[in-house]
């Protein structure tokens, strides 16, 4: 089974103990290229971008919601910030970091509704040379937020992405969750192999949330992130069990972006685990 997964801090609570599991190659990747890679079979589960299967849903092989984990907030998020030397009123052009179409498509969102602002959007690299790594207006995510970001007294007007999310909606917001192709749902042995996995997915979920301090010791550093706010973090600010609210937030996002013309309309199309058997854990996995 080929799982992909991006490479922050915050995927570690969700695949943390996935390389005890024999028959599991854990591919790394930004977020924005995960959806593509379970559509042409480079992976067979990813941990993908919500904005990305809504626009996958018109494709010849649309992708389904796994609900075994997500990287979701239900407040601030402090991974994902727009960053901007004027005021946002005077916002006209975002230089937005690529790594995540979930997150451009957040800040165009929230830009329209809470500030009645229609800005351009202009793919952005942040570690591109230093003349061009700090534009007017930046909408910056994952660990560089904290270990690369621009001097904040550069930046004093800003926005965490997550709490305007829940500030208009009083929801919480999802990123990213796991997914797998339509196809393999539909043929009965690629069905039984992705409920397998999606069980073994959840169970290392869950079992990860008993251990966080125990993650956090082992992953803070080795990402640049210091203990305390990596704490708080992992331990606070971020959600990563799919529940009722959760699922009615991804349905609130696409169907506010498909009213905006960000996405197409469609609906979330969630796997049902509850009617699957659990497959019987490893010792390792257990």
């Known amino acids: 089974m080929k799982i992909a997964a991006v490479s922050y801090l915050n995927t570690a609570p969700l695949i943390q103990g996935l390389d005890a599991w024999n028959d599991c190659q854990l591919i790394r990747a930004v977020p924005s290229q995960i959806a593509s890679m379970i559509q042409s079979a480079q992976a067979d589960i990813g941990l993908a971008s919500i904005i990305d299967y809504a626009k ?15 990287i979701g907030c239900d407040g601030p998020t402090l991974t994902v910030k727009l960053l901007s030397q004027v005021p946002i009123n005077q916002i006209k052009t975002v230089h937005a970091d690529t790594d995540s ?32 790594t700090n534009p007017q207006t930046l909408l910056i995510i994952g660990d560089k937020v904290v270990t690369n970001s ?63 301090d125990w993650i956090i010791s082992t992953h803070a550093e080795p990402a640049g992130w210091p203990i305390k ?13 799919v529940d009722d609210r959760a699922k009615q937030a991804v349905q609130t996002f696409l169907t506010m972006t498909a009213d905006l013309n960000i996405t197409p309309q469609v609906n979330p199309n969630w796997l049902d685990l509850s009617t699957s058997p659990a497959p019987t854990p490893s010792p390792a996995l257990a």
Not at 57 to 64: C, R, Y
Not at 106 to 114: D, F, G
Not at 229 to 241: D, I, M, N, P, V
């Open 56 to 70: 996958a849903q018109s494709t010849q092989d649309p992708l389904v919601l796994i609900p075994a984990g997500m």
């Open 101 to 132: 179409h979930t997150s451009i498509a957040l800040c165009n969102l929230i830009l329209q509704r809470q500030h009645a602002i229609k800005a351009n959007f202009i793919d952005h690299n942040i570690n591109a040379s230093p003349a061009q």
């Open 229 to 241: 706010l990596a704490q708080h973090y992992l331990g606070e600010l971020l959600r990563f069990k």
């Open 150 to 212: 621009p001097p904040a007294d550069l930046y004093p007007h800003q926005i965490d992405l997550g709490q305007a999310w829940n500030t208009l909606t009083n929801l919480p917001f999802v990123y990213a969750t796991w997914m797998c192709k339509q196809s393999d749902i539909t043929n009965p042995e690629s069905k039984a192999s992705i409920i397998a996995a999606a069980h073994i997915l959840q169970r290392t979920m869950l079992k990860n949330q008993t251990r966080i």
